[in-house]
């Protein structure tokens, strides 16, 4: 298994640029995440799906969509690149909400110019 | 704000020392976890305690939990230099799917 993969590892964008930060899991688990990391701050939880189909708001969800089509893939869309959204994010997977640990991704290093 | 406070922020210690690092919450959770991250990398799963439970042991790591006082506390006991990272807690709060982090401890064990 690969376990939880993300890409790209690193993204230079310039303010008002679009994109997608991709995740994958191979372990087929109802629940993925997105986390943002700052430093100083933790993770901080974007936003989260149960399920293909259902997707749900964390903590800090402005600026960014999720789509959930398949058990397998979340990709989060940044819809208009800021600086404040320069950061290291993270994907997780987890057999189920509140359900034993969750896996994590190699996370991606976002740079907003 | 964070539902999870780790204290100390940085903590430095010898080989062969033990390490206790402290995770305090804010609200009513169903499962607390700790996980550990080495620079630039993803997080690593250490050990889950669920609400019910006081004490937990995996190896070297005894976890601890007091629900009455929204606290948790991890120790490494005979840390090796192999231990440096950063420790976070994580909630599972109770009647949603959100875990929330705190901002972790950065543990440094010199050799």
């Known amino acids: 298994n690969a376990g939880v993969t993300q890409t790209p590892k690193f993204q230079v964008l310039k303010t008002g640029q679009s994109m997608t930060l991709q995740c994958a899991q191979d372990m087929n688990h109802e629940y993925m995440s997105w986390y943002r990391q700052d430093p100083g701050m933790g993770l901080r939880l974007i936003h989260y799906?149960?399920?293909?189909?259902?997707?749900d708001q964390g903590e800090v969800p402005n600026g960014y969509n999720v789509s959930r089509s398949t058990t397998e893939d979340f990709p989060l869309r940044l819809l208009s690149a800021a600086p404040s959204q320069t950061s290291v994010y993270f994907c997780?997977?987890?057999?189920?909400?509140?359900?034993?640990?969750?896996?994590f991704g190699p996370g991606t290093r976002l740079t907003v110019t | 704000s964070q539902q999870g406070e780790e204290d100390p922020q940085a903590l430095s210690i010898q080989e062969g020392e033990n390490a206790t690092m402290n995770c305090s919450y804010k609200?009513?959770?169903?499962?607390l976890q700790w996980y550990r991250q080495n620079s630039g990398r993803g997080l690593v799963h250490l050990i889950l305690i669920r609400s019910n439970e006081r004490e937990k042991h995996s190896g070297r790591l005894r976890v601890t939990l007091d629900t009455s006082k929204k606290s948790s506390s991890l120790l490494i006991t005979a840390s090796r230099a192999a231990d440096t990272a950063s420790y976070f807690c994580?909630?599972?709060?109770?009647?949603?799917?959100?875990?929330?982090f705190g901002a972790g401890t950065r543990l440094f064990v010199k050799a």
């Open positions: 799906s149960v399920g293909a189909g259902i997707t």
């Open positions: 994580a909630t599972d709060l109770t009647g949603g799917f959100k875990t929330i």
């Open positions: 609200t009513s959770i169903n499962n």
């Open positions: 997780a997977s987890r057999n189920r909400a509140g359900l034993g640990e969750q896996y």
